[in-house]
């Protein structure tokens, strides 16, 4: 199995900063990562696919990049909806995994 | 409008079998494959496995292969995800979700609401 890193695993931010968010992959997983935000008692939301693709409806304060082992997502100017915990997910074999999350919290 | 609809919280005992469901609606269910996600008490999520419900192809991730079984019944576009003898380790919420890999390089991109089961004696 492909293991992902995600760090850090909490992220303490304000409103208006830039926030960033790693990734780390085992091996090589080309471009096959996406992006999930989940709120407490909510299913996760897609929210960059194929590492840099923004999913519909997404605000553009979102962001993607990276490839091979090495990802991250960055939320440009931090909005008082996006406090929630970020999760990657690399789809390049048929067997699918998750990072361990970063949530990221008021400061 | 894509929808994924999941069954009801569900509350068993430990060796009880359990079934629970995910049916789609506003696309073509058999074009898109289904996953099923776990995500225990304040965890994180784990990917169990996903049917082609065309053919009711399954893959399981190593960790779920032989715990739990993955189907579907394109007849009625339901996707099930069953146990044959609860643990209270399964307790969780599950989720299932669309998977757009194979058409737009998209992986989860329609989400159920998630069912609750607790196993409990």
């Known amino acids: 199995d492909i293991q992902m890193t995600q760090s850090p695993s909490t992220l303490s931010a304000s409103v208006g900063d830039r926030v960033t968010i790693t990734c780390r992959a085992s091996?090589?997983?080309?471009?096959?990562l996406a992006w999930y935000q989940q709120k407490p008692g909510k299913a996760p939301k897609l929210l960059i696919y194929?590492?840099?693709s923004l999913e519909s409806g997404v605000p553009s304060r979102f962001s993607g990049s990276g490839s091979g082992t090495e990802f991250t997502l960055t939320i440009s100017s931090l909005q008082p909806d996006d406090f929630a915990t970020y999760y990657c997910?690399?789809?390049?074999?048929?067997?699918?995994?998750f990072g361990g999350g970063t949530k990221v919290e008021i400061k | 409008e894509v929808q994924l609809v999941q069954s009801g919280a569900e509350v068993k005992k430990p060796g009880e079998s359990l079934r629970i469901s995910c049916k789609g609606s506003?696309?073509?269910?058999?074009?898109?494959?289904i996953g099923w996600v776990r995500q225990m008490p304040g965890k994180g999520l784990e990917w169990m496995g996903k049917?082609?419900?065309?053919?009711?192809?399954?893959k399981y991730s190593p960790s779920f292969e032989g715990h739990v079984t993955i189907s579907a019944d394109k007849s009625i576009s339901t996707a099930y995800l069953q146990w044959s003898s609860l643990k209270a380790s399964d307790t969780a919420i599950y989720y299932c979700?669309?998977?757009?890999?194979?058409?737009?390089?998209?992986?989860?991109?329609?989400w159920g609401q998630g069912t609750l089961v607790t196993v409990s004696s």
């Open positions: 049917i082609d419900p065309s053919d009711s192809y399954t």
């Open positions: 506003g696309y073509s269910f058999t074009s898109y494959w």
């Open positions: 091996q090589s997983i080309s471009s096959w």
């Open positions: 997910q690399q789809y390049n074999s048929y067997s699918v995994t």
């Open positions: 979700a669309r998977d757009n890999t194979d058409i737009a390089a998209r992986p989860n991109d329609y």
């Open positions: 194929k590492a840099s």
